[in-house]
């Protein structure tokens, strides 16, 4: 089943507003959905939108394909960079699906938090030696 991210019209003849939905892209425009997300009030000035960014993101990395207008949403509320498609990892189909593989971006992205991660413990180690070299020479001389 493909799954889309859609604008579901509603509202009077000529004072439309939107819905925001999780449907099956076989479904129609205004027809059956999985769940609504949020809104979309284009005639309001200015206009508003309320998403829940988090079940977007949820449907998103399920691979959930947004429209344009709703992407140009995503992009306004911040979730579309928070998604980046790109730094999705990938599974290994040829080990059973269990292994994954990580694209490029991501594979650099944890290399460098974990070059981060043990400068900031190696700075913290010489931190705690030099405190105990300190303390020591203290207690030592009582």
């Known amino acids: 089943m493909a799954v889309k991210l859609r604008l579901r019209r509603e509202g ?8 925001i939905v999780v449907a099956d892209s076989r479904a129609p425009r205004d027809g059956r959905f999985l769940e609504i997300i949020g809104e979309y009030h284009p005639l309001s000035q200015p206009s508003e939108i309320k998403l829940d960014g988090e079940r977007a993101l949820h449907w998103l990395r399920n691979g959930a394909q947004p429209t344009d207008q709703v992407k140009k949403l995503l992009r306004i509320e911040g979730v ?3 998604f980046k498609p790109g730094d999705k990892p990938k599974r290994d ?3 059973g699906g269990e292994k994954v593989k990580l694209s490029k971006k991501a594979k650099a992205k ?5 070059e981060q991660a ?5 700075s913290a180690a010489a931190e705690a030696a030099s405190d105990d070299t300190a303390e020591g020479g203290e207690e030592e001389s009582s």
């Not at 009077?12 to 819905?19: C, V």
């Open 12 to 19: 009077a003849k000529k004072a439309p507003h939107y819905r």
């Open 80 to 82: 579309w960079e928070e």
């Open 93 to 95: 189909r040829s080990a």
């Open 110 to 114: 944890a290399a460098e938090e974990a």
């Open 118 to 122: 043990a400068e900031a413990k190696a």
